[in-house]
Structures are given as C-alpha cells and as structure tokens.
C-alpha cells in the first residue's frame, strides 16, 4: 500500500525528532514547516492555519499514493500497521488514531470524545488522520477554518464515506495543562467546528447536535473544574462564530 506523511509544525521545535521517527517507520514523506530549515524534506510555509498547510502540503503528494497520513510534529505514533490494516480489511475512507494526552483535562476529554464517536461522528482528531488520496484529494481546498480536522470528517461524511476509530494504533500528544488553556482550546475547535458545518454540509443527526450543544453544555458545570472550562469554551467558541470569526489560525495561548 502506497502511503504518504504531511507532517505540520509551525517551527523547528520537535522537527528533528519526528523526522527520525517517520525514516523509522520507513514510508515518505514532507514536514510543512513555519521556519526554513533547509532539510530537503521540510518545506517552509508561512503559518496561515493547519488548514493552509494541508492545502500546500497536498501538492507534494505523489499521484499513485493510496493513503495519505496527517500528522501533528508534537505526536509519538504506536503501532502504525494497525491502522493501516483496517483499509486492506473495509471500505472505509478515513482512519482516526486513538491520541493519548500526557497530562492535563485531555486525558479526560479524549476518551470521552471517543465514546461520543462510536454513536456519531461529531468531530475529528487531527493528531493522526489516515485518508484515502481520492477522498482527500476530493475535499480541498479548505477554506479557512480552525477546525480543518473536522471538515474534512464532515466532508467526507457529507459524500457517504466512512471514517472509523483505530484503538490498536495510537499516538501520545501533549494538550492543555491548565484550565485557562483547556477553555482556549475549546473555545478554538468548537469555533472551527460551527464554522465546518457551515462550509461541509454533513448529515443532519451532526448538525442537530450542535444546535443543542449550547443547551445541554451547562450540565458539564456540576463535573468540576474541568467541566466548567469545557462549558467555558463551547460557549466562547460559539460567541465567536456567531461574531462572525471565520479564521484559520490560532495562537496557542501563552502562560
């Protein structure tokens, strides 16, 4: 199977250590980076958005590549064949990789994000996405969107493709440590989610839930800390859509 890497970093940090772990794992690849390195497989692209980069890295994929794989620079990827097992096994369009958080609200968010997929898929994770090339290639350009992950899901949902998640095959990725970060980041992804649904059109069961997000959202108060800042941050994401934020980059909040 013919598989090809676009790997995102906005700069050098962690550029060295991925490339050493994809001529590992043996498959080609280009690192889409926002500083020039000078390697001859990292191309400089001034950060407009992970979706711009997606945009720019697809024109490096080879035309006779099968599955295209997106990654995240900041992952460690465990037990890659598994995932790719389950395109030889289905017909499937796109493969999640269950993301392990180091630490932080993360930890909690995720699994239950993954539960929450098995009944609907209601957002994607972009640490480590596997696409079939004709399915991709048939979603681009993006638009700009914070939520390029979840177009893409939406997309190919809206055209009756399938998208499964890969427990076997997972990657460690560090998230938010703080409850401030854990409402940005909400605040960013759910912002690009409306906005995805704005541009992907996907099935209605999708759209309904997120008409109903914002009511239900304040019975995540009574589950803590962590659940006031993901209450924080669906409200504030949406506030920001309907402010009329049609973005695609975020800046990572600071300390």
Known sequence: MRVFFLVFARDEERVDEKIHELESLHFPYVVICGKDLG?????????????????????????????????????????FEAALRLFTSYDIDLVFARVSAVDGPQQVFLPLLRRLRNIMSVAASGDLMLLRYD????????????????????????????????????????????????????????????????????????????IVLPFISPVLLVTGKKGISWFKGIMMGLTEYLRGDVSGYWQPVTA
Request: glycine share 4%; net charge positive.
């Open 135 to 210: 399915a991709l290639k048939t979603a681009l350009p993006i638009k700009p969107c914070k939520a390029e992950d979840s177009y893409l899901l939406f997309r190919l949902l809206a055209q009756k493709g399938k998208a499964v998640d890969c427990d076997e095959c997972y990657v460690i990725a560090e998230k938010t440590m703080t409850a401030r970060e854990e409402a940005q980041y909400k605040a960013r992804t759910v912002s690009g989610i409306y906005r995805a649904l704005a541009l992907a059109n996907p099935p209605a069961r999708i759209k309904l839930f997120y």
């Open 39 to 79: 390697h001859p497989n990292v191309v400089y692209r001034k950060c407009r958005g992970k979706y711009d980069a997606i945009n720019f890295g697809f024109e490096f994929v080879p035309k006779d590549t099968e599955i295209v794989v997106l990654n995240d620079v900041d992952t460690k990827i465990s037990n």
